[in-house]
């Protein structure tokens, strides 16, 4: 099941995120990780605020996947305003159980075309993207991972 964001979310996702980038970044250390994974749980957190407070849901852009009757978050994507897909993750319980794909047909709704990166060494992401009709468009050194950042890119059929 698909929902929005839910501020009881934040920390579980924050927590698996990290999790996940770590196992999917062998040659980077933990510390590599610490900073982006509390800027993802303070962008979470300001959401969830910011949608409390104006209860607008044509702003939504993170998405959470749990299971039919349970509250507990397994996967979350989010599509910032230019259509980046910047973050997709999912739970390594759920994984190669089509919630990846529920959560990239989320991304794709409405949206002519989505944009997305991601680090070379991460080769289970970019399968991920290329079978969902992803292609490279450009690759950029990223000095601190000391690897190249794929862009990738996918139009979306209308």
């Known amino acids: 099941m698909l929902r929005p964001l839910q501020e009881s979310d934040v920390e579980r996702l924050s927590q698996l995120w990290l999790h996940l980038a770590c196992c999917a970044h062998p040659s980077l250390p933990i510390s590599f990780w610490s900073a982006p994974a ?3 749980r303070r962008r979470l957190a300001a959401q ?11 702003d939504i852009s993170h998405w959470v ?3 039919t009757g349970k509250d507990l978050a397994d996967g979350l994507v989010t599509i910032t ?17 089509g919630v990846g794909s529920e959560l990239m047909a989320q991304a794709k709704f409405g949206r002519p075309q ?12 970019r399968y991920f993207l290329q079978q969902h009709g992803f292609v490279e468009t450009a690759r950029h050194f990223n000095q601190s991972a000391n690897q190249d950042e794929i862009w990738m890119s996918c139009r979306v059929a209308a």
């Open 65 to 67: 996947y749990s299971r």
């Open 114 to 125: 989505l944009e997305a990166k991601v680090l070379e060494e991460n080769l289970r992401g």
């Open 48 to 58: 969830c605020r910011h949608r409390l407070l104006h209860g607008d849901p044509s």
């Open 38 to 40: 509390r800027q993802l």
């Open 81 to 97: 305003d230019n259509m980046l897909v910047e973050t997709l993750f999912v739970s390594p319980t759920k994984q190669r159980h």
